[in-house]
């Protein structure tokens, strides 16, 4: 079983929805991730927080708001999606940058 | 950024067969992960291996960070091993660039 857990695993939205993907890990690691994965391509980078403040914001659109409350949770804000966005949505930590990443089973998102 | 490559993009292979993965990589590197994504989209840790040899069961990768290269040996291969295997890299020289994925490795290992 995962450690880093990750909700929902599945989540269907409209191009005018709000909606949030949540993640959080109990392994008291200081740094965490946001992936994203469209079928058949590896993962890409799209945040990386450490000790709770964003490191990394890889040039990811505005409607793609992350937020990290505590150390233990991260969440990945969603707002005016475009199809395109459709892809799995993967979260990992590590006890620090550049240490062992630890991923999520990831939230597969549709947007219609 | 930091460019990787895995080989072969595709691998067929029938029960029991041995296979060996390879990733170049384009510069030095201070983290390197060899993962297996199962066919429901989960990444499982194989290995942290940024340099040296490493056994876990049948699999073993060994990483020669001087030659930017590191190889992922899968022995006695099962229908279970069959998704595909990512090798990531992060970027050394003191810096937090996140990992990068080379485009993977779809292995199908057949019965």
């Known amino acids: 079983d995962t450690e880093v857990t990750q909700t929902p695993k599945h989540l269907v939205m409209g191009m005018t929805n709000k909606k949030s993907l949540k993640c959080e890990q109990h392994m008291g690691h200081r740094a965490m991730y946001w992936y994203k994965q469209k079928a058949k391509k590896p993962p890409e980078l799209m945040f990386v927080y450490s000790y709770e403040k964003l490191s990394i914001n890889e040039s990811v659109p505005s409607r793609f708001s992350p937020e990290c409350p505590n150390s233990s949770l991260l969440n990945l804000h969603l707002h005016a999606l475009q199809p395109e966005d459709s892809a799995l949505y993967l979260c990992a930590s590590s006890q620090d940058l550049a240490g062992e990443l630890f991923f999520g089973e990831g939230s597969r998102l549709t947007v219609l | 950024g930091i460019q990787v490559e895995q080989s072969p993009p595709d691998l067929i292979l029938q029960e029991g067969a041995n296979s060996t993965l390879r990733c170049n990589f384009s510069?030095?590197?201070?983290?390197l992960q060899w993962f297996h994504q199962n066919p429901w989209g989960q990444l499982i840790n194989l290995f942290y291996i940024p340099s040296g040899t490493k056994q876990n069961g049948r699999l073993s990768a060994t990483t020669v960070a001087t030659e930017r290269y590191s190889l992922l040996y899968i022995s006695s291969s099962q229908t279970t091993d069959s998704g595909v295997y990512f090798c990531a890299v992060e970027r050394g020289g003191g810096g937090a660039d996140g990992l990068t994925f080379g485009k993977g490795t779809h292995l199908i290992i057949q019965p």
């Open positions: 510069d030095s590197v201070n983290n």
